[in-house]
């Protein structure tokens, strides 16, 4: 089964540091674009990051440029988000999407910021 | 960015009844490339989002036939011609055309 499985979600300290882990299986995880998208009960989903098949291209939302940056190890099949600087409004349920149609979703990890 | 507007934001159904979704972009949403990047998701309660329908009318695998989109340039519908127990929780569209990606607010899908 196609699957995108998310770790590394947890309680942090505004201004700490977090790394989010997705792991892929049972597709050819080097031929895609791949997203992490955020949801919040506020703000609804919000895409923050991209990044093309070999990670040579990198795209991210306004609000996280500068602190959070994806990365990708295709040997691994996964994808990383490693956020930095973080922000009480950084607190979300973030998702990693295989961006075809963005049609497989992880289950998702739950980051939370405060002190 | 590109602006994404759902209405209405809620709907209350009875099974068996048709049921409509609006999505409005406020921007065009047709690429150059003669596609249309609109998409549909529907996520039911403690789930991920799933996909439903790409470019604007194409259903994903496995997506029965009572769910059927329609629209282009910047005014979108989602339509399901019969509503079964399945289909309810919150719909969202989402335009994948310009960075960044965005999504409409949502359209909870209730049990009348």
């Known amino acids: 089964e196609v699957q995108l499985v998310e770790s590394g979600g947890g309680l942090v300290q505004p201004g700490g540091s977090l790394r989010v882990s997705c792991a892929a299986s049972?597709?050819?995880?080097?031929?895609?674009?791949m997203s992490w998208v955020r949801q919040t009960p506020g703000k609804g989903l919000e895409w923050v990051a991209n990044?093309?098949?070999?990670?040579?291209?990198?795209y991210y939302v306004d609000s996280v440029k500068g602190r959070f940056t994806i990365s990708r190890d295709n040997a691994k099949n996964s994808l990383y988000l490693q956020m930095n600087s973080l922000r009480v409004e950084d607190t979300a349920v973030y998702y990693c999407?295989?961006?075809?149609?963005?049609?497989?979703w992880g289950q998702g990890t739950v980051v939370t910021v405060s002190s | 960015d590109i602006v994404m507007t759902q209405t209405p934001l809620s709907l209350s159904v009875t099974p068996g009844q048709p049921a409509s979704i609006s999505c409005k972009s406020s921007?065009?949403?047709?690429?150059?490339?003669?596609?249309?990047?609109l998409y549909w998701y529907l996520q039911k309660p403690g789930q991920s989002p799933q996909l439903l329908i790409y470019?604007?009318?194409s259903r994903f695998s496995g997506v029965p036939d009572r769910f059927s989109g329609s629209g282009s340039g910047t005014d979108f519908t989602l339509k399901i011609s019969r509503v079964e127990a399945e289909d309810f929780g919150v719909y969202y569209c989402?335009?994948?055309?310009?960075?960044?990606?965005?999504f409409g607010q949502g359209t909870k899908l209730e049990i009348k």
């Open positions: 989402m335009q994948g055309i310009h960075l960044p990606y965005t």
């Open positions: 921007q065009s949403l047709l690429h150059s490339d003669g596609r249309t990047y």
């Open positions: 470019e604007v009318s």
């Open positions: 990044i093309n098949e070999d990670g040579s291209e990198k």
């Open positions: 049972e597709f050819t995880f080097s031929n895609y674009w």
């Open positions: 999407v295989r961006q075809t149609a963005f049609d497989i």
